[in-house]
């Protein structure tokens, strides 16, 4: 008897957070791609709480194709907008998966985080408030 363990697909884990940061005008955008899961947390709660602190009141999440949100990165999400609103600030997460939207909403944070579908969309929400 012969077993082949190279032809099954072996599970691929998700790459770990990467984040770049862009301003256009008045506006921080971060880019987020890979797993955005406990491990994360605390280098996403850094720097979205130190763009905060340094000024910044309006804020977009880009989260590329390949983010996969978990609850404790969803946890870094919701303090920054809590913050941001405590400041009179703003945040639009664009790009999101449909399962991603569904996964807030289900974790109960829909009335808190809001969506856009891209980072046009977001900018142009951000600028009509």
Avoid: N, Y
């Amino acid at each position: 008897m012969s077993l082949d363990f190279h032809s099954a697909a072996a599970p691929t884990r998700p790459q770990p957070m990467q984040m770049t940061v862009q301003s256009a005008g008045e506006v921080i955008i971060l880019r987020l791609s890979g797993c955005i899961d406990a491990s994360a947390t605390g280098a996403l709660c850094d720097a979205l709480v130190a763009h905060i602190r340094a000024g910044w009141r309006h804020m977009v999440v880009e989260l590329s194709a390949q983010a996969v949100l978990t609850r404790p990165g969803l946890r870094g999400l919701v303090v920054a907008e809590k913050l941001l609103l405590a400041r009179r600030g703003q945040m639009r997460i664009c790009g999101a998966s449909p399962e991603t939207e569904a996964f807030v909403r289900r974790e109960s944070f829909c009335h808190l985080l809001r969506f856009a579908p891209d980072r046009d969309a977001a900018l142009v929400q951000i600028a009509a408030t």
